[in-house]
């Protein structure tokens, strides 16, 4: 009878996990431009990337199962560092995401990419902070990477992407877009992926947290679900309440249930 270890437990859980992270990873070659990573952000087609990695129009992205696709990149943001691509595919392995606000210092982060070429490497850190900083947000973790990780997916031990890897500073620390504004940048295309709902925590009298309304973007899920600014968001088949990003980042497709004071019946974005 084979004995099995804590130790192989371990070793079959990352393998598992690198196996995971790898078919939602992807390679990005923009010419001069660089070489990069890039992750699966919808089934569709859509690829999340660096900014610096795909500095041009056009960029050509490989698969995990070696299948090569031209891509057109149809926006970027310099200062955000994030890029968005789009291939002529359907039925891709899309990343989870997690909100990046749940973050705790200490929790073990893995990064996936190709630095120096060297295809689907995963390295290991920890976490320094979860998210830092007012005009450029970023996940701090501690952790190796190398030309060629940018772009590439930061994510937790159950493969929940935190951050997109953008750069290293002094020291060796790493710093990640954090996966709420991925989402952002990412849904904004056409239908939104978003709620289009900006929402700032609250503790009502009763002691109970909720989110309040402070804006609605025209045509979002969240306006034509008849939300208005100055609802209080009761309830939701959110994960949570407490922090405003847990609404926002939801992905296309999924719906939720809002419960508002205004309309105790509830309010359905799809």
């Known amino acids: 009878m084979a004995v099995y270890t804590a130790g192989d437990a371990i070793e079959r859980a990352l393998e598992a996990l690198a196996e995971e992270l790898r ?28 900014a610096h990695v795909a500095s041009g129009p056009h960029a050509e992205v490989v698969l995990s199962d070696g299948r090569r696709f031209p891509a057109r990149v149809e926006r970027r943001d310099p200062r955000r560092d994030l890029a968005l691509l789009r291939i002529e595919a359907t039925g891709l392995p899309a990343a989870a995401v997690r909100d990046p606000c749940d973050l705790r210092a200490g929790e073990v982060l893995v990064a996936v990419g190709h ?3 060297i295809p689907n490497a995963l390295t290991m850190g920890i976490a320094h902070a979860a998210v830092t900083g007012t005009s450029r947000r970023f ?8 030309p060629g990780n940018s772009g590439g997916p930061l994510t937790d031990v159950h493969g929940r992407v935190v ?3 953008s750069m290293v500073v ?21 239908e939104p992926a978003l709620l289009g709902l900006q929402l700032a925590p609250v503790r009502l009298r009763s002691g109970r947290d909720a989110l309040l309304i402070i804006g609605v973007e025209p045509n979002g899920r969240g306006h034509r679900a008849g939300l208005i600014v100055g609802d209080i968001v009761l309830a939701s088949d959110a994960d949570r309440l407490r922090y405003a990003s847990a609404l926002e980042i939801l992905r296309g497709g999924r719906s939720m249930t809002v419960q508002t004071p205004r309309d105790p019946e509830s309010a359905r974005a799809a």
């Not at 660089?34 to 990337?49: E, H, K, L, P």
């Not at 996940?139 to 190796?144: K, M, N």
């Not at 060796?172 to 952002?184: F, I, K, M, S, T």
């Open 23 to 50: 078919a939602s990873t992807v390679a990005v070659k923009a010419g001069r431009g660089g070489a990069g990573s890039g992750v699966i952000w919808a089934s569709d087609g859509a690829i999340v990337t660096n």
């Open 139 to 146: 996940v701090q973790a501690d952790l190796r990477l190398a």
């Open 170 to 190: 002094a020291g060796g620390l790493a710093l990640a877009v954090p996966a709420d504004d991925v989402q952002r940048f990412a849904g904004a295309r056409g």
């Open 163 to 165: 951050g997109i890897n």
């Open 115 to 117: 630095p120096l070429g």
